[in-house]
């Protein structure tokens, strides 16, 4: 149930995931839906909860990975729990005990992208003061977040320059860090390799 609820969500929105569309997706009936969850917030809960799970889960993989920032990058660009993503958005700003719970995960997630990003910039020592992890990592996601969105109504504009542009930088850190001068600045196309 949980899974035909988060199918729907990411194909035709939050709003389609009715109770008898869900049942009906899940192959169970409307009442058994109901003994599982009493409402439709209990079960939009639990398919956050276990995105969340997941997410986070995928996320602190990110800070042992070989290249964390082209792994947050590849997370961050997954459609399918971007859109799921989108659609708790949404639907976190009209029921609150959702958009409490959604603002939790959102948190934990920027502190893990946020702390990828931090051994980044450590390891290439870059002043986090000049490029505040939590900013990047941000950047990171929303520009992942809005080449997804703007794919899922046909926009394509600018996409593919964007997406080079993103792996250009990511090219840059990946590897072991150039020889910089002390306070190292961002890294110039080419400079140090």
Known sequence: MMEATAKIMREDGY???TSRRVAAEAGVRPALLYYY???MEDLFLAVLYALAGRELARRRTVLTAEDPLQALWSISTDFQSVRLNTEFMALARYRK???AEFEVYIERTRDLEAAA???VLRTHGI???EFPP???SMLISAAARMVSDESAVGVEQGHDELRGFVQRQ???FAGPPSVRPAGGTWPRSGAGR
């Open 170 to 172: 990511l090219e840059r």
């Open 117 to 119: 990003v931090t051994l």
């Open 97 to 99: 005990a959702i958009g």
């Open 37 to 39: 969850f009493p409402t």
């Open 15 to 17: 709003a389609a995931a």
């Open 134 to 136: 939590r900013a990047l």
């Open 127 to 129: 002043d986090p003061d």
